[in-house]
């Protein structure tokens, strides 16, 4: 059994809603205002295109028309005098809005001064350079007087004096006006017939012809020894015929066939009745496979039957 212990006895419902109210016990909120709130009405505000006097008309950076959805109001006409006149159009400026980024000042490479390796430091620095020197410009050694730098215009001048006279390629002439072409390439010279390789099988197709040979002997080694397997195999059970009964066979289905066929012919042309369509289609069948044996028998002189 518990107890409970009442220390308030005057409770109302309509007192909770008037002193302990928690809309009105709340702080009152602080409004935010943003940096950016005029610079968005701005862009709000302004317009895609502006109309300026002078028939010009003035290109911003908004996406915002007048007539975006609906058109214009009132679709502007224009008067019939300045039809087909020059400078009468449409002038079009764009707004230069552009703002280049404030220049930032960078600071200069730094530079170390290297140590000196010891007294003698110059003089190897000195004989490392002409060692440069003469390994870029291997020619200025020969001219006197150019020590530091070539002289190419006297470089040139010595080796066009060594030089080979050089003789014109062969051409010829096929118009009066004098238009010159290449005598080599034209036809008129033999000069695949004179060549060592004229006339000769390449020989990446003997290298091919090889390969292939090597190929099929191959198969037909394979071949033969599986058929002699196959031989040694099923040969108590196999029995070849021979040339008589092989024309015995031939005959027999040859006549067969004639028979067959005239039967056939004489069939009624009109199919009308399903005991007809099925004869006839069983007919068509027997005459296809008499073929086929007939066929394979012709074909094939050398014929294995089973023994059972």
Same mark, same amino acid.
């Given at each position: 059994?518990?107890?409970?212990?009442?220390?308030?006895?005057?409770? +109302?419902?309509?007192?909770?809603?008037?002193?302990?109210?928690?809309? $009105?016990?709340?702080?009152? =909120?602080l409004?935010? +205002?943003?940096?950016? $709130?005029?610079?968005?009405?701005?862009? $709000? +505000?302004?317009?895609?295109?502006?109309?300026?006097?002078?028939?010009?008309?003035?290109?911003?950076?908004?996406?915002?028309?007048?007539?975006?959805?609906?058109?214009?109001?009132?679709?502007?006409?224009?008067?019939? #005098?300045?039809?087909?006149?020059?400078?009468?159009?449409?002038?079009?400026?764009?707004? +230069?809005?552009? @703002?280049?980024?404030?220049?930032?000042?960078?600071?200069p490479v730094?530079?170390?001064?290297?140590?000196?390796?010891?007294?003698?430091?110059? %003089?190897?620095?000195?004989?490392?350079?002409?060692?440069?020197?003469?390994?870029?410009?291997?020619?200025?050694?020969?001219?006197?007087?150019?020590?530091?730098? *070539?002289?190419?215009? *006297?470089?040139?001048?010595?080796?066009?004096?060594?030089?080979?006279? =050089?003789?014109?390629?062969?051409?010829?002439?096929d118009? *009066?006006?004098?238009? =010159?072409?290449?005598?080599?390439?034209?036809?008129?010279?033999? @000069?695949? %017939?004179?060549?060592?390789?004229?006339?000769?099988?390449? #020989?990446?197709?003997?290298?091919?012809?090889?390969?292939?040979?090597?190929?099929?002997?191959?198969?037909?080694?394979?071949?033969?020894?599986e *058929?002699?397997?196959? #031989?040694?195999?099923?040969?108590?059970?196999?029995?070849?015929?021979?040339?008589?009964? =092989?024309?015995?066979?031939?005959?027999?289905?040859?006549?067969?066939?004639?028979?067959?066929f005239?039967?056939?012919?004489?069939?009624?042309?009109?199919?009308?009745?399903?005991?007809?369509q099925?004869?006839?289609? $069983?007919?068509?069948?027997?005459?296809?496979?008499?073929?086929?044996? %007939?066929?394979?028998?012709?074909?094939?002189?050398?014929i294995?039957?089973?023994?059972?």
């Amino acid at each position: 059994m518990s107890l409970v212990y009442i220390t308030y006895h005057d409770e +109302n419902i309509s007192d909770v809603d008037n002193d302990n109210d928690y809309l $009105k016990s709340r702080r009152p =909120r602080l409004k935010y +205002n943003s940096k950016f $709130k005029e610079m968005v009405r701005e862009e $709000k +505000n302004s317009r895609h295109v502006i109309e300026m006097p002078n028939r010009k008309k003035l290109l911003t950076s908004s996406a915002k028309n007048s007539h975006q959805t609906m058109g214009y109001a009132v679709t502007p006409v224009e008067l019939p #005098c300045n039809f087909l006149k020059k400078n009468q159009g449409v002038k079009w400026q764009r707004l +230069n809005e552009h @703002q280049c980024p404030p220049h930032r000042h960078i600071p200069p490479v730094p530079q170390f001064q290297r140590h000196q390796m010891g007294p003698h430091h110059h %003089i190897i620095e000195e004989i490392k350079k002409d060692q440069k020197e003469e390994l870029f410009c291997p020619r200025t050694r020969f001219l006197p007087g150019h020590k530091h730098r *070539a002289n190419f215009v *006297a470089l040139n001048v010595e080796l066009i004096k060594k030089a080979e006279t =050089r003789r014109p390629p062969p051409r010829y002439i096929d118009t *009066a006006k004098g238009d =010159r072409h290449s005598l080599l390439n034209s036809g008129l010279i033999p @000069q695949y %017939i004179c060549s060592k390789k004229f006339g000769k099988v390449p #020989c990446y197709l003997d290298a091919r012809k090889k390969i292939l040979n090597q190929l099929t002997n191959r198969c037909l080694q394979q071949t033969k020894m599986e *058929a002699e397997n196959a #031989c040694a195999r099923y040969m108590p059970t196999v029995k070849k015929l021979s040339s008589e009964e =092989r024309k015995e066979i031939l005959e027999g289905l040859r006549t067969n066939f004639t028979n067959l066929f005239k039967i056939y012919q004489s069939l009624s042309v009109c199919t009308d009745t399903v005991t007809k369509q099925l004869k006839k289609g $069983k007919m068509e069948n027997e005459l296809r496979q008499l073929e086929q044996d %007939i066929h394979l028998m012709e074909h094939n002189p050398e014929i294995y039957v089973s023994a059972y």
